[in-house]
């Protein structure tokens, strides 16, 4: 036995590689005891296989228990399903967790940003079932189950009670879709009751969206369903500089797979110019949660003391750093 906990690496499409890699780099640097598994998923492995993602990527996340994951590109209108959608719902990762907070010295137009999106990611309008009703009308189905829900709420009370945060704000369209989201808002009603100390308020989509880009720093861990998380993530990250620099996970009660918000970047794959720091930062996440605390606190501090350094800011942020010259500074700071 090596002593070291084994982690399923999906290093992705486009990007992936890259910034993967980097993490790969600042994990060892930082003196975390993981072995990687890896393991190819996405565009490439389906140009290959005919598959995106093969079962042995599933069967090695269910071993392990924990995945760090780079972006996989999905073909838009037809072609193969998300393998992020099937992975969440294979392997019920119910809790897509985005941290979105300030770091100092990224040039952003708000300095106190610190909030966490808690997205339902089984459900709703990624269930995936479509259908043509007839020639010229489609219909697309919002699942909304109250033990979704439930779970959905629980998980952002108990994030919320765990962190010693305030607030957890419910998103919503329950003006409109009556049932389904009055179904969600309801659950997290009745979830809220059992956190006294925590107070619940409740947004309307449209008006949290510009709520978000007038006063963030208001905001503190904010609970929706699938398709409202996976755009207020975006709007989220770009409050804090960009999808280059904001994290994320999935949880579910078995296993975890950690991956940044962004995607394949195919506009700048194999240019070394994608900023690293997202996933970096998605790794120290993914050593936290497997008790390397240190070493997670470690590549934080690293991550933030590179972006001190204008010299250190990648394309995204406005600066001429390339993914090595940013990944070489967090290494130092390390
Ligand atoms: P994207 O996030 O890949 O790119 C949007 C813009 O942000 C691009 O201009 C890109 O260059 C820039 N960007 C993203 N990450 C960056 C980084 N680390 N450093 C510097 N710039 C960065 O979103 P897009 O273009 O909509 O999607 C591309 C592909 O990625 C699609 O096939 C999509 O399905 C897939 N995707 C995969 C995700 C995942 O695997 N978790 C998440 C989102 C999209």
Not at 109 to 128: A, C, H, K, Q, W
Not at 282 to 305: F, N, Q, Y
Request: proline share 5%.
């Amino acid at each position: 036995m090596s002593g070291k906990r084994r982690v399923t690496l999906i290093p992705g499409d486009g990007i992936g590689p890259e910034v993967t890699d980097a993490a790969v780099r600042v994990v060892a640097a930082a003196g975390a005891a993981i072995e990687w598994e890896r393991l190819d998923a996405g565009q490439a492995v389906f140009e290959e296989t005919g598959t995106p993602l093969p079962d042995a990527v599933i069967d090695s996340i269910r071993a392990n228990r924990i995945a760090l994951k780079g972006p996989v590109g999905t073909p838009i209108g037809s072609g193969f399903r998300s393998v992020n959608v099937t992975l969440r719902q294979a392997l019920d990762l119910y809790a897509c967790v985005r941290p979105v907070r300030s770091s100092p010295g990224v040039p952003t137009p708000f300095e106190n940003v610190d909030l966490v999106i808690v997205r339902e990611n089984t459900e709703g309008l990624y269930s995936g079932l479509e259908h043509r009703v007839t020639e010229g009308v489609v219909e697309s189905l919002k699942v909304v189950t109250e033990k979704a829900s439930l779970r959905i709420a629980r998980y952002a009370f108990e994030l919320a009670a765990r962190e010693g945060r305030r607030t957890v704000t419910a998103v919503h369209k329950a003006n409109i879709m009556k049932l389904s989201d009055g179904l969600f808002l309801d659950c997290v009603r009745s979830v809220a009751a059992d956190y006294p100390g925590i107070e619940l308020r409740e947004a309307i989509i449209d008006a949290c969206a510009m709520q978000l880009v007038r006063r963030p720093e208001s905001f503190d861990v904010l609970v929706m369903d699938n398709l409202y998380g996976d755009i207020l993530s975006d709007l989220c990250a770009g409050l804090v500089g960009g999808l280059g620099v904001t994290p994320g996970s999935n949880v579910g009660d078995e296993c975890s797979v950690f991956e940044a918000v962004h995607g394949s970047a195919p506009d700048i794959a194999g240019k070394g110019r994608a900023n690293p720091a997202a996933v970096i930062r998605s790794a120290a996440m993914l050593c936290a949660e497997i008790g390397e605390t240190d070493a997670a606190r470690r590549i934080e501090a690293a991550v933030d003391a590179a972006f001190a350094d204008p010299a250190n800011h990648p394309g995204d942020l406005g600066g001429s750093a390339t993914t090595e010259t940013f990944t070489e500074a967090v290494l130092a700071g390390l």
